[in-house]
């Protein structure tokens, strides 16, 4: 009668040899807290930029006010103080609108340009990783194959 063979010890032996190399995670980690940062970085500056357009804004806004609180002699100069503040607060609006869109524009620029190359990267080292994994297991694989035909 044929003795089936106990693969267990074989299989123990196999998954030993196994190396398990966390330098690729640990890459990974790094890769992508690096690309955090520099997302950060962006965002940071954006809300800088804007933080100073809102200000100025506020401060024209408020000096163009002053001219239509002041007192007039004649009422129609009311009217036309009225007339020339919403003039000059649609040309400040049209002015910081469009302020904001180049700091939109430049986030939206520098965005793709880390997304790209944290794509190319995070491909670059996947593709490494693989190699070596694809290595190691072969050579693993032929240690427990050599190791379970010697015993």
Do not use: C, H, R
Request: hydrophobic residues 45%; aromatic residues 6%.
């Amino acid at each position: 009668m044929a003795k089936t063979n106990d693969f267990t010890k074989t299989f123990q032996d196999m998954m030993a040899a196994f190396p398990v190399d966390t330098t690729s995670f640990q890459d990974a980690f790094k890769t992508q807290a690096a690309l955090a940062e520099k997302m950060s970085k962006v965002a940071l500056e954006a809300a800088e930029k804007s933080t100073e357009i809102t200000a100025k804004w506020t401060k024209d806004t408020i000096a163009k006010m002053g001219e239509v609180t002041k007192a007039k002699t004649e009422a129609t100069d009311y009217s036309k103080a009225a007339s020339d503040f919403a003039s000059s607060a649609a040309e400040m609006a049209a002015e910081n609108m469009a302020a904001f869109a180049e700091v939109a524009k430049k986030v939206q620029m520098e965005t793709v340009e880390l997304m790209l190359a944290a794509g190319k990267d995070m491909s670059e080292d996947a593709t490494a990783a693989v190699k070596k994994a694809t290595a190691d297991v072969t050579t693993a694989a032929k240690k427990a194959t050599t190791a379970a035909a010697a015993k």
